[in-house]
C-alpha cells in the first residue's frame, strides 16, 4: 500500500512537473517567447529526470561534458556512457571568457597518462644531470687547484693488520684527489701486506725496513718514527710533489681532513682525538674524582682568540702513569707520544733537497737521518715551530682519531686470512647446531668421509663461504636463518665428519 | 672609404655579440651578467630620473588599518605597505606636486583580514573609490588626467578586479575609476581582463630575514632534483579536483607520486627554506591566481624555476629575460614533465644556476628594509621611470571627463 502510495505520489509529481511546463508552454505560446528560452526549460526537466535516474555527479558530468571546451579526459570506460549522452545533446556551449586560444575558467580534466610510473632511462639521465651539477658545485666551492696526498703509512704483518689496513685504505680510497700511498713495513715486504693494498687501486709504493717490529711501544713508536723518516726520503727521491700527511694504520681519518690538508702552505697541524680504551674503568673513576675535571682527549694546536697560534694541546700521560702498557698485547690502555706524527700535514717541498723556495726556518731531512736521538714529530724538522700552520678552524675540529687495538703477540691468524689447508685444532661438538643432521657416523667412514671433504674443501678453497654451502646442498636444504650458525661452525662440522 | 666603414660595421656586431652572456667571475661563483631586452637594466638607478609625490591621505586609509592588523606586514601582500614606507624616505619623493611625474596614493586594500590571516577584498572598491574621491576633491592633479600618471598598488590575488575568485573578478573587472592609472601588482596573466596593459608585475612580498636566516653553506652539493611542498587538491573549496590550478597540480600528483626523483609532498617541513638549497629544480604551480611566492623563494635560493602556469606574466618581465632562467611547461605537458626536465642539457642547466646566483637576480626579487639598491622597490620605480616622459594626450582638457564614476556594481558606491 504504501508503495502504491509512493507511486502514486511520484506520479502525481511527474504529472505535475509535465503540467507545470505544458501550462508555460502554453503561456509561451501565448506571450512572446523565444523558442530558445522553451528549449532550455525542456533540457532542465531532461536534466533534473537524468538526474533522479543516474544520481547528482552524473548529470554534474553531463554539464561537464557539454561545457568545458579544452579539456581533454582521460577518465576510463563508465563515464564514456555520459560522454554520448552528451554529444547526443545538441547544444551551443558558451566558454566563460572570449577567445578560443584564451586561458579557459572552469573544470579542467586531470591529465594523467597511461603508464604514470618512473621511466629507468629518465632516472639515469636525471642522475646524470645531478652528477655533472655537483661535479660543478665542486669545482667552484671545492678546493681550487687540488695538490696531490701523500699518505705515509708504517705497518708490518700481525693479526689486527688486515683490519687496520682496511680501514685506511677504503678511507683512502674515497679521497677525491690523486692520492700517492707509501706503505713502508717493518720486517721486510710481505705477501700478506702486498695483497691487502693490490686491491685499492691506488697508486702505492711499497717499502721494506730492515727492522722487524719488537714487542714494546717504546721501541715500536721508534721504529715507527724511523720508518716514517724512511719514507720521507722516498718522497724527497722521487720529487714528489704534494701534502703530505701520515695515515697511521690504525687511526680513523674523516674525510674532511684531506679537504682541510689541501690549504697547506708548508707545515700544518690538526687537532687529533685520542681514543684510550681503557680496562680497568672502576679504579681510574675512582682517582678521578680527586682531581679537576677530566681533560679532553684531543692532542693539537692551540689557538688565542684572534687564531694565532698559541700553544699545544699534548696528552698528559701522568694520570696513566704506571698503568700503561709496556708491551703490545698488554691490557692496559696504550698511551700516545705527547704529539703524534699524524697530527701534521706537511707540504712535500720541505724535504726536497736543493729547493729555493724553501724557507729558511727548515733543517734539511738528512741532517736528522744519522741523529742518535729519537725524532719524535715532524717538529724537529723546523728551527722554529711558530711556523706551524693550526689548520681544521684553528684546530677546533677533530679530523682524526689516533687509537691504538694489538692481539696477542702469540697470536695466530691465518695467512691472508685464508684458510688453507683446514686447522689442526679441533674443537669436537657434542651437538650439531641444526636439528635434523644425518645420525654420527661410525669413525672409520667419517675418517673416508672426511679425506673426501677435505679433497672438495682443497679444491674449492677460493673462499670459506661456498665449501659450507655446497656441503648443505649434499646433505640438505636448510633454513637460511641458520646460515650464521654454519659459518661459525664449519670447523666443528667438518670435524665431525672426519 | 668603404673598408674602414665595413671594419667599423663589424666591430659593432662583435660588440653587440659579446655583450650578450659576458662571463665575469664573482667573488664566490662565476656568475652571469643579467641582459634583459633593454640591456642591463636591473642594476639602473631610478634617482634622478623620476619624481614621485605621496600623496597625505588621513590615517583611516593607512596607519588605522595596520593598527588594527599587523598581521598585514608578515603576509604576502605586504608590498603595499613598505611601498608606502619606502616612498617617505626616497630621494624620488618629492614634496612639490608640481614637478612631480607620478603620484602615489597610499591605500592599503588588501588588510581586512579573516581570522585564518586571508585577505577579504569586499570592502576594496569602496575603500580605493572613497581614496580617489578624496584626491580628486583635494588636489588638482587627479582631474588633470583623470589618474592616468597615479599609480597604485593592487597586489591581491587578481589585482585590481579586487575578489578572490577568478570567475568573479573576471565579471568585475578592473575598478573602473583605476581605468587609466598604472597597476603594480603581483597578479599577471596574457589577454586576461584583470590585467591592463602598463601595468607592472612585482613578485609577491617574502620576508627576506627569514629567507637569510635559512642559507645554507653554498657547497653542499644539489641532490633532490625536483622539489615541491604545498596542496594538490585543495579540498574544502574543490573537492573532485580539476577546478583548483586548472588540474595542473593534481596531474603533478597523479603521475609522479612515486618517483624518486620527485620529492613533491603536502607537508609543512621546517627545512623547505634548506631543501631548496638542495634542489635543481623547484616547481612554481599555478594555484588559484597564477602567480606564487615559490618563484620569489627559488630564485633567491638558486633552484631553477619550473613554471607551470599558461600566459602567465612573470615579475619585471621587461626587465628580467625569464625565458633564459627559469623553464615554462604547458599545462597540458605536465604528464611529460620528467622527459622534459631530463632532456634540458647540462650546460643549459649551468648556465641558468649561474645566472641565478647573480646577486641582482636575487635582489631583485626581494622587498628588504631598508631598501637597498636594485631591490624591487628599486625596479617598480625603474618601471615607472622607463614609462616616462608622459605623452601630450593624457592631459584633458579643462571639463572633459572620461571616466564614468558611477560604473560597475551598485554596492561599490556606497561611502567607505
Redesign the interface.
Known amino acids: 500500500m504504501k508503495l502504491s502510495a509512493l507511486q502514486q505520489s511520484y506520479l502525481n509529481r511527474r504529472s505535475n512537473s509535465f503540467r507545470g511546463s505544458a501550462q508555460l508552454d502554453s503561456a509561451a505560446d501565448g506571450s512572446v517567447k523565444s523558442p530558445a528560452a522553451v528549449f532550455w526549460l525542456v533540457l532542465h526537466g531532461v536534466c533534473c529526470l537524468i538526474s533522479l535516474v543516474l544520481g547528482f555527479r552524473f548529470s554534474r558530468l553531463v554539464f561537464f561534458f557539454i561545457f568545458s571546451t579544452s579539456a ?1 579526459n582521460l577518465y576510463t570506460a563508465p563515464f564514456r556512457g555520459a560522454a554520448e549522452i552528451a554529444s547526443h545533446l545538441d547544444v551551443r556551449s558558451t566558454p ?2 572570449g ?1 578560443a ?3 579557459v ?9 597511461p603508464w ?4 629507468p632511462v ?2 639515469m ?2 642522475h ?3 652528477e ?3 661535479r ?3 669545482a ?3 678546493v681550487k687547484n687540488p695538490r696531490t696526498v701523500i699518505a705515509v703509512t708504517p705497518t708490518y704483518a700481525r693479526t689486527f693488520q688486515k683490519l687496520h689496513l682496511t680501514g685506511v685504505m677504503h678511507s683512502l680510497m674515497l679521497v677525491p684527489y690523486d692520492l700517492v700511498w707509501i706503505v713502508v713495513e717493518a720486517g721486510g715486504v710481505t705477501n700478506e701486506t702486498a695483497s691487502i693494498i693490490a686491491k685499492s687501486g691506488l697508486r702505492t709504493i711499497h717499502v721494506g725496513f730492515r727492522q722487524t717490529m719488537p714487542n714494546s711501544w717504546e721501541g715500536r713508536h721508534k721504529l715507527e718514527s724511523r720508518m716514517r723518516l724512511h719514507a720521507l726520503g722516498i718522497v724527497r727521491e722521487q720529487k714528489l710533489d704534494g701534502v703530505v700527511m701520515f695515515a697511521d694504520d690504525s687511526n680513523m681519518h674523516s674525510m674532511e681532513l684531506f679537504d682541510e690538508i689541501q690549504n697547506v702552505k708548508w707545515i700544518g697541524a690538526v687537532s687529533v682525538g685520542i681514543l684510550l680504551h681503557s680496562t680497568d674503568s672502576s679504579a681510574t673513576i675512582q682517582r678521578e674524582g680527586e682531581e679537576e675535571s677530566t681533560p679532553m682527549p684531543v692532542q693539537g694546536p692551540a689557538c688565542n682568540a684572534t687564531n694565532k697560534l698559541v700553544g699545544w694541546h699534548t696528552f698528559n700521560s701522568l694520570r696513566y702513569a704506571g698503568r700503561s702498557a709496556v708491551y703490545i698485547d698488554d691490557r692496559a690502555p696504550v698511551l700516545p707520544r705527547k704529539l703524534e706524527w699524524s697530527g701534521f700535514v706537511l707540504n712535500s717541498r720541505l724535504v726536497w733537497k736543493d729547493v729555493d723556495d724553501k724557507p729558511e726556518w727548515v733543517k734539511d731531512l738528512d741532517e736528522l737521518d744519522g741523529a742518535g736521538e729519537e725524532v719524535e714529530s715532524p717538529l724537529s724538522l723546523l728551527k722554529t715551530t711558530s711556523m706551524v700552520e693550526p689548520l681544521g678552524n684553528c684546530g677546533r675540529q677533530v679530523l682524526l682519531w689516533w687509537l691504538r687495538v694489538e692481539a696477542r703477540s702469540d697470536s695466530k691468524f691465518p695467512a691472508q686470512w685464508i684458510i688453507d689447508p683446514p686447522l689442526d685444532i679441533t674443537v669436537p661438538s657434542k651437538r650439531t647446531p641444526w636439528p635434523d643432521a644425518p645420525p654420527e657416523l661410525p669413525s672409520n667412514e667419517k675418517m673416508s668421509d672426511g679425506a673426501q671433504t677435505q679433497d672438495q674443501q682443497i679444491n674449492k678453497h677460493s673462499t670459506k663461504t661456498k665449501t659450507p654451502r655446497t656441503r648443505r646442498s649434499r646433505t640438505k636444504r636448510r633454513h637460511d636463518t641458520k646460515v650464521i650458525g654454519v659459518q661459525a661452525s664449519t670447523l666443528s662440522v667438518s670435524e665431525q665428519q672426519n | 672609404m668603404d673598408f674602414w666603414k665595413w671594419v667599423f660595421f663589424g666591430f659593432l656586431c662583435a660588440a653587440l655579440v659579446l655583450r650578450i652572456g659576458a662571463v665575469e667571475l664573482g667573488r ?3 656568475t652571469e651578467r643579467i641582459s634583459g631586452s633593454a640591456g642591463d637594466v636591473l642594476e639602473d638607478n631610478p634617482v634622478g630620473r623620476l619624481k614621485v609625490f605621496v600623496y597625505e591621505l588621513p590615517s583611516k586609509y593607512n596607519k588605522k588599518i595596520l593598527q588594527k592588523d599587523p598581521r598585514c606586514l608578515n603576509h604576502m601582500f605586504a608590498a603595499e605597505i613598505f611601498m608606502h614606507r619606502f616612498l617617505l624616505s626616497s630621494p624620488v619623493r618629492t614634496l612639490n606636486p608640481k614637478e612631480a611625474d607620478w603620484f602615489y596614493t597610499p591605500v592599503y586594500t588588501t588588510c581586512d583580514l579573516t581570522p585564518n590571516g586571508l585577505p577579504l577584498p569586499f570592502k576594496s572598491p569602496r575603500m580605493m573609490r572613497s581614496a580617489i574621491q578624496l584626491i580628486s576633491s583635494n588636489w588638482p592633479y587627479w582631474n588633470r588626467t583623470e589618474g592616468a600618471d597615479h599609480f597604485f598598488l593592487t597586489p591581491h590575488d587578481f589585482g585590481a578586479c579586487f575578489h578572490y575568485q ?2 568573479k573578478a ?1 565579471e568585475r573587472g578592473i575598478l573602473t575609476l583605476l581605468k587609466r592609472a598604472t597597476l603594480v601588482q603581483t597578479f599577471g ?1 596574457r ?2 581582463v584583470c590585467l591592463k596593459d602598463g601595468s607592472i608585475t612585482i613578485p609577491p612580498y617574502a620576508p627576506p630575514q627569514k629567507i637569510y636566516a635559512h642559507l645554507i ?3 653542499t ?3 633532490i ?1 625536483v622539489y615541491f611542498r604545498g596542496l594538490f587538491y585543495d579540498v574544502g573549496n574543490d573537492p573532485e ?3 583548483y590550478a ?2 595542473a597540480r ?2 603533478v600528483w ?3 607520486k ?4 620527485f620529492d613533491i609532498s603536502t607537508d609543512h617541513p621546517t627545512t623547505y627554506y634548506e631543501d631548496m638549497q638542495r634542489a ?1 629544480f623547484c616547481l612554481c604551480p599555478l594555484g588559484w591566481a597564477p602567480w606564487s611566492p615559490r618563484l620569489v623563494e627559488a630564485v633567491v635560493f638558486g633552484c631553477i624555476p619550473i613554471i607551470i602556469a ?2 602567465i606574466v612573470l615579475p619585471f618581465a621587461d626587465a628580467i629575460p625569464w625565458e633564459e632562467i627559469g623553464v615554462f611547461v604547458d ?2 605537458d ?3 614533465l ?2 622534459i ?4 642539457p ?1 650546460e643549459v ?2 648556465r641558468k ?1 649561474r645566472l641565478l646566483a647573480n646577486p641582482t637576480m636575487k635582489q631583485a626579487m626581494l622587498f628588504p628594509q631598508p631598501a637597498q639598491p636594485g631591490d624591487a622597490f628599486h625596479q617598480v620605480l625603474n618601471g615607472l621611470a622607463r614609462k616616462l616622459p608622459h605623452d601630450r594626450s593624457i592631459y584633458l582638457k579643462p571639463g572633459e571627463k572620461l571616466l564614468n564614476w558611477t560604473a560597475g556594481p551598485v554596492g561599490d558606491l556606497k561611502p567607505w
Open positions: 581533454t566563460v571568457t577567445a586560444d584564451r586561458v575558467v572552469g573544470r579542467h580534466g586531470i591529465r594523467i597518462r604514470p610510473h618512473p621511466d629518465e632516472v639521465k636525471a646524470q644531470i645531478l655533472r651539477v655537483q660543478e658545485q665542486r667552484l666551492f671545492g | 664566490n661563483q662565476p577568478e570567475e573576471i596573466q589577454n586576461h653553506p653554498e657547497n652539493p644539489r641532490s632534483f579536483g580539476g577546478y586548472r588540474g593534481a596531474a597523479e603521475n609522479f612515486d618517483n624518486p626523483l635543481v599558461d600566459d599545462e597540458e605536465v604528464p611529460k620528467d622527459t626536465l631530463t632532456s634540458i647540462p642547466i649551468l644556476q
